[in-house]
DNA sequence: TGCCCTTTGAAGTGC
DNA sequence: GCACTTCAAAGGGCA
């Protein structure tokens, strides 16, 4: 149980989020330090990124060379993913969320889980195996930690009562993996299903060919041998990508992935009608069924049209519409916060009484910065690998084609907004999430079940800014990004906001706080002070709480914020 | 019924 | 290049 580790073993990062109710003196002792911090956390991020790109860019280059005709099918983005996480969870729990278990994409999990798909648990050790290969930062224990592939629990698939198990059944990459997800159609297991393929001279599982492995798709026999690997984009050995785009890209169709009964009644119940493939032809125009395509007359937002991307524009209304009918609406790629969330809303929703979602975010948000640096690198590959392959589906896509599909909000059109109605708005929300938080963020913590996620404390521990004062660097040794605390932190050490954390400005209160709006016209993570309460709390922390409440008392907003006018 | 809230990150726009 | 905006998911809250 790392996270009960006392010292800076708070969870959520905690630690980190107290930065920001530093004494000035303290602050502007740490501005310059937090600044480097920042750098290197930017660096850090950075640095993480370029080296997963680098270390798949080799794969993915090759793959792309090599690329043969892999003519997956895909499926809808959305679909497959919910599907998924439809199927994990059923087979999830809730169970402890451990780092090591983040192991590695177990692509090959998914197989495992949805245990019908290998009804003989031939695949899992291969998987394993595989894994291990692929994934270097995976971690053995990671991997023995998955469900034991020999011992499927046929009917764990249709309890519904979620079984303790391994909380990273879900993980990060199941929405990659859901871009195809037919291709693990549980509960349809191939009659056809063929054991793992050994290496006959070594006994090793060996990748196996597009069309060895094509038994385990439940194909129509003209798909079978055309379907590559579903991780053929992660796989070296195959050198091939999930989807191939054809030389006309984004207009090519692809051949539809046959979809067997049970798979159909299964993502047909768990889908709404718009997601299944309607389409006049079956698909989407592109040819793509893919998760990001959502259904224009669902997804869109009615008078969207004068905003829509100069693509979506037609001469005459009438003729535009029409397109708008058939441009379906192809979803932005979920990055790696996204996907993390997506993973693990169902545990926090589960392990909380929170239900609302905006509650629930701001816990996810701080447990993603409490992720290890590792662990996140997995949600930077995935989002990584969406994006590309999101990009090879939708060549022509830009996200600038959803711009305006959205009604704008109204906030976003209230230039008038004061520090006053930010600081008021914010005490309320903060009001309003605070008891979930700490309903949730507590008694998690505490009986450590999932609060799991915590910095591991070798990781901070890695950090030299290891006192406890300095909980900024040392709360996110690993975190590639500044947190939203750590992004109010810098406004309120620095005012400007860092790198990719631009986006400070994002959603709600940042369009229309952006500008000269207090650092605080974000709730401010109480949550955070509630973990310091929770446990002895540092002079630093009594100092932070003090300060900070010191600072919504007296609504000092305009002094915390440099940009402010 | 549909927007708001909340989170982070990616990508777009504008200067 | 920087600052800012929009959207991605999710679902309860609320007008």
């Known amino acids: 149980m790392p996270q009960l580790n006392g010292g800076g073993g708070d969870d959520l990062g905690a630690n980190d989020e107290m930065i920001s109710f ?14 480097s911090a920042e750098r290197d956390l930017d660096d850090l ?3 993480l990124v370029n080296e997963s790109e680098n270390n798949s860019s080799s794969s993915d280059s090759e793959q792309a060379e090599r690329r043969p005709q892999p003519r997956p099918d895909l499926d809808s983005y959305e679909k497959t993913r919910d599907y998924f996480s439809e199927a994990l969870r059923r087979q999830q729990d809730g169970g402890f969320f451990k780092s090591p278990h983040y192991p590695g994409y177990p692509f090959l999990m998914i197989p495992d889980l949805t245990n019908p798909y290998l009804s003989n648990g031939a695949l899992s050790p291969s998987a394993r195996t595989y894994l291990q290969m692929k994934w270097p930062l995976l971690d053995v224990p990671g991997a023995a930690g998955l469900k034991d592939p020999r011992s499927p629990t046929p009917g764990h698939l249709s ?8 909380a990273h059944h879900v993980h990060p990459l199941t929405p990659l993996i859901t871009y195809s997800n037919e291709h693990f159609s549980p509960g349809t297991p191939p009659s056809h299903l063929s054991p793992e393929i050994l290496d006959p001279k070594t006994g090793i599982p060996r990748t196996p060919h597009p069309s060895e492995l094509s038994p385990y798709y439940p194909l129509s026999p003209g798909a079978v041998g055309q379907i590559p690997h579903p991780l053929g984009w992660l796989v070296p050995q195959q050198g091939q990508h999930m989807y191939s785009i054809p030389p006309g890209g984004f207009r090519h169709p692809y051949p539809a992935l046959a979809m067997n009964a049970s798979m159909s009644s299964l993502v047909s119940s768990r889908f709404s009608p718009h997601m299944m493939p309607h389409h006049p032809h079956g698909m989407h125009q592109t040819g793509i069924p893919h ?3 959502v259904s224009p007359a669902i997804k869109q937002e009615p008078n969207s049209h004068d905003h829509m991307s100069p693509s979506m524009h037609s001469k005459s209304p009438g003729p535009a519409k029409k397109e708008e009918d058939k441009k379906p609406h192809i979803k932005k790629p979920l990055n790696a916060f996204m996907l993390y969330m997506k993973e693990m809303r169902a545990k926090v929703v589960a392990e909380c009484t929170l239900k609302e979602s905006a509650a629930i975010n701001q816990i996810l948000g701080r447990r993603w910065h409490s992720l290890s640096r590792e662990e996140q690198a997995k949600y930077y590959e995935l989002a990584r690998k969406e994006r590309q392959l999101h990009s090879q589906l939708y060549p022509g896509w830009s996200a600038r084609d959803n711009y305006g599909k959205r009604k704008k909000r109204k906030r976003d059109n209230k230039p008038d907004s004061t520090p006053e109605d930010f600081s008021i708005r914010n005490k309320n929300q903060c009001v309003q999430y605070l ?3 700490k309903m949730c963020d507590s008694p ?7 609060l799991d996620s915590p910095a591991t404390p070798s990781a901070a521990l890695a950090s030299p800014a290891a006192p406890a004062a300095t909980h900024s660097e040392q709360a996110q040794p690993l975190s590639l990004t500044t947190k939203p605390e750590g992004r109010l932190h810098h406004h309120f050490l620095t005012g400007k906001p860092s790198g990719s954390a631009s986006s400070s400005s994002s959603s709600s209160s940042s369009s229309s ?7 605080f016209s974000r709730p401010i993570p109480f949550s955070s ?7 002895p709390p540092s002079p630093f922390h009594q100092a932070a709480l003090h300060s900070h409440h010191a600072l919504f008392q007296s609504q000092p907003l305009s002094l915390v914020t440099k940009s402010s006018d």
């Open 45 to 47: 991020k950075s640095s």
């Open 159 to 166: 309890n519904k009562v979620p079984v303790v198990q391994h």
């Open 22 to 35: 530093k004494d000035e003196g303290e602050q502007e002792e740490k501005i310059s330090e937090n600044v």
């Open 291 to 293: 998760p990001a395509i």
């Open 513 to 519: 706080s952006s500008h000269s709006a207090p650092i």
């Open 444 to 450: 998690a913590s505490s009986h450590g079940s999932m």
């Open 529 to 535: 002070l509630h973990h310091s309460m929770l446990s």
């Open 435 to 437: 008891p979930s938080e």
